[in-house]
């Protein structure tokens, strides 16, 4: 491990409650409705669940959680200023959009995708229409929305194969693997997995990499990997190598690399790599002594990684809730760039959920579930500490 520097770290805000107590009561509702009707949780109980630097415009795009469906916005890191863009008024919208959950991807041609993701529970089933798969063109500045993929399913997560043209997502609460084709519109239904990445990945062949947990009563329990050949349109199971079994780790996020590995940050806070052509895994460290690991590529070539877990109903008091690393795949060193701790503000980042890295060296970590404010956007200085 390298030695750890002080960042300059700040906290973004994008809305405040007007009363932080007011969380608090999310737990004593009743229903979904009497959650929607409280208008200091529907407008200001936010939380960052989705981040993607787009380099064609140097802005990162946030994809958050808010009851009042505004859940698509970008951030300008030069003059530190959100701006929504109007999710909520897109057409076919509705009230039970609320997410962006690990769902936003860029494609060649500078559009950028999308998905919703929900909140609600059982008894709103069969009345949420489910949840979108979503385009926006950063040049027309406009959002539409293509396909519901699953009625009253809504979505979790989604990757681009950009070669393809294929959209990858994961489906809640049932959990289904799905397949999207942008170029025909059409959505194939891959089978039910139980268990989903944050992220899954796909490799240089163009094979999704994925994750499943069997149901079947005589058959080992536990988070498994899945691949599928989308020119084949077939799913392997396994049985794969017994490194593989390290996935039961908790797997929060998949990234292919520049060396054609896939990195996985597990819920436990460690770092695995695939190789798929061997389908053999490999375990690369615990970089910190919290959970969670959040995963992304920088133009320099290495892996940036944020982690902590905290005290969710302290809302950040703690200096050591998380932290951001990197990782040098080729000398398989870790180094520390700092807690995520606004020394001004005196609060950390509790949960992270994404990190995005700009091409000038900045981190941006989104935080979300936090019980005592709303989740802030965290930017932390990372050019020049690197390796």
Known sequence: ???????????????????????????????????????DMRENCISFTCLLYNPNDKLVYCGITSLSNDILYTFNPKT????????????????????????????????????????????????????????????KDKIEILT????????????????????????????????????TNRTTD?????????????????????????????????TKLLRYNPDQDKLNYGPWPDSCQMVRKGNDDMTLGPDGM??????????????PQRAEMEYLGKPFHSRRLTTRFGTDGLLYLASGFGQLEKGGANSSDSAVFSYNTKTGQFHSHGYLFDAKRKLSCVLVHDIAITDDGLAYVAETDNFARSGYLWECEIAGQGQ
């Not at 863009?85 to 039970?96: R, V």
Request: aromatic fraction near 10%.
């Open 1 to 39: 491990m390298g030695k750890e520097r002080k960042a300059k770290v700040t906290g973004h805000v994008l809305r405040e409650m007007r009363d932080n107590r007011n969380i608090v009561l999310a737990n004593h509702f009743n229903s979904f409705q009497q959650v929607l009707d409280h208008e």
């Open 80 to 139: 530190k200023k959100f701006r929504s863009l109007n999710y909520a008024q897109a057409d076919g919208a509705e009230k039970y959009d609320v997410k962006v959950h690990r769902s936003l991807c860029l494609d060649d041609d500078g559009m950028i995708y999308g998905a919703t993701a929900c909140l609600h529970g059982v008894p709103d089933y069969r009345e949420a229409p489910g949840g979108k798969i979503f385009r926006y063109d950063p040049k």
């Open 148 to 183: 519901i993929p699953f009625a009253h399913e809504y979505v979790q997560t989604i990757t681009l194969d950009k070669a393809r043209k294929i959209i990858y997502g994961c489906t809640y609460p049932s959990v289904h693997l799905f397949r999207y084709d942008i170029r």
């Open 190 to 222: 891959l089978g039910l997995t139980v268990s989903a990445p944050h992220r899954p990945a796909i490799d240089r062949e163009g094979n999704l990499w994925s994750l499943y947990n069997s149901n079947h009563p005589g058959d080992d329990r536990g």
């Open 262 to 275: 896939i990195y996985i940050g597990c819920g436990s806070g460690e770092l695995l790599r695939l190789d």
